[in-house]
């Protein structure tokens, strides 16, 4: 034997993965000391018999079943997945590879099969499995915890409106009664009425907010045939008499039809409004503008005050969120996040420009709208 002929044998016997032959009747008829040492069958085993023999049940079936069919096809496999059954009984699992080698006359002279040792591989694979499982766990009882939770919230806000139209009443029967005429009394039920609308406010934006998060999203009730500028009058009017401190200023020249909720029209500037008189300087008037122009409806709000800084306006329509600056005690931070829902659901977006002497919100909608656009945020 010729010293390069002794470096082939050795490199086959001593190769760092395991070789097999197969004749063209299916039979082994060579094995590399390699594969002989993992399995623990001397090479004289191997030869003669066929290769589901060494394989466990569940590799055995994947072998007949989808295997030899493919090797048969297309004359080659790649990465697949065995599990050899080793002379003590033991799992040993591998990764195979296989090739037909054909004569010129396209028949089958032998089939080389190579196989790598997996067990790292394969309990890698396993453990990775099993971390996403348990993460599916745990994203599907996150979630069904949040159902519920703003299930509650929404049950919670229906149920809170039986015993909050009570007390409405209630203020409403007093302020009418003749017995009745101190001004400390009308003052007190003047109060009374300011806070009920204000739990009023409060109530429905936690059900918009629920529904949202529900997959209901804001529902509209459209008509295009009724004013839209009574509905806003309304609305300032109504936080004119809530802020009697505060001056509210107003330019409406809405010259067309607006195909519109007008109810969900009112809450969005309802909430624009009284963020502006939140959080503008309290010395300042709050300035309202609407008007029709080029197939569009453009509805505004603006107040003095200290910019907003660039993290607050990130951040402005998220829910919850009421900024670093002038902080209000009162309100969940939904007001400008129901705003900005109320805006997609009609087609259009609210954009905010702050500069040191002004702050103001626009928002913008087709006159008939088709479909919702992106909310926009631009600060100059």
């Known amino acids: 034997m010729s010293e390069t002929a002794g470096e082939y044998r050795d490199l086959f016997e001593n190769a760092p993965c395991g070789y097999l032959t197969i004749g063209p009747d299916g039979r082994i ?43 048969r096809m297309q004359g080659f496999f790649h990465e697949f997945a065995l599990d050899f059954e080793t002379a003590a009984g033991e799992r040993l699992p591998v990764i195979a590879n296989a090739a037909e080698r054909r004569g010129p006359d396209g028949g089958v002279l032998f089939t080389a099969l190579v196989v790598i040792k997996a067990a790292d591989r394969r309990r890698y694979e396993r453990q990775l499995i099993a971390s996403r499982s348990e993460l599916q766990q745990g994203l599907a009882s996150e979630r069904e915890t949040a159902e519920l939770r703003e299930q509650f919230i929404a049950v919670l806000g229906h149920d809170l409106r039986n015993p909050l139209a009570a007390i409405g009443a209630g203020a409403g029967i007093l302020q009418r009664s003749a017995a009745l005429q101190g001004e400390r009394e009308l003052r007190v039920i003047d109060m009374i009425n300011t806070t009920v609308a204000r739990m009023a406010d409060l109530i429905d934006n936690v059900l918009d907010f629920a529904r949202g998060r529900l997959g209901g999203g804001i529902t509209l009730s459209r008509d295009a045939d009724r004013p839209l500028k009574p509905v806003l009058e309304q609305v300032v009017d109504e936080l004119r008499t809530a802020s009697p401190r505060r001056v509210i200023e107003t330019s409406f020249d809405i010259t067309d039809n607006i195909d519109c909720d007008r109810t969900r029209i ?36 603006a107040n003095a005050g200290e910019p907003l800084p660039a993290a607050a306006m990130a951040k402005l329509f998220e829910p919850f969120f009421r900024g670093e600056v002038r902080r209000s005690r009162q309100g969940l931070g939904l007001g400008l996040h129901i705003a900005s829902q109320i805006a997609r659901a009609h087609g259009g977006r609210i954009d905010v420009t702050s500069e040191p002497d002004e702050t103001r919100f626009i928002f913008t909608m087709p006159l008939h709208p088709l479909e919702a656009l992106p909310l926009r945020q631009t600060s100059t």
């Open 266 to 301: 009112g809450q969005l500037a309802s909430n624009l409004i009284g963020n502006a008189l939140t959080h503008g300087a309290p010395d300042q008037p709050v300035r309202v503008g609407a008007k029709t122009v080029g197939g569009k409806f453009e509805l505004w709000v």
């Open 29 to 71: 008829v060579k094995v590399n000391a390699t594969l002989a040492a993992w399995t623990g069958f001397a090479p004289d085993k191997f030869v003669g018999g066929r290769l589901h023999q060494f394989l466990n049940m569940a590799g055995r079936i994947y072998y007949e079943t989808h295997i030899a069919p493919l090797l």
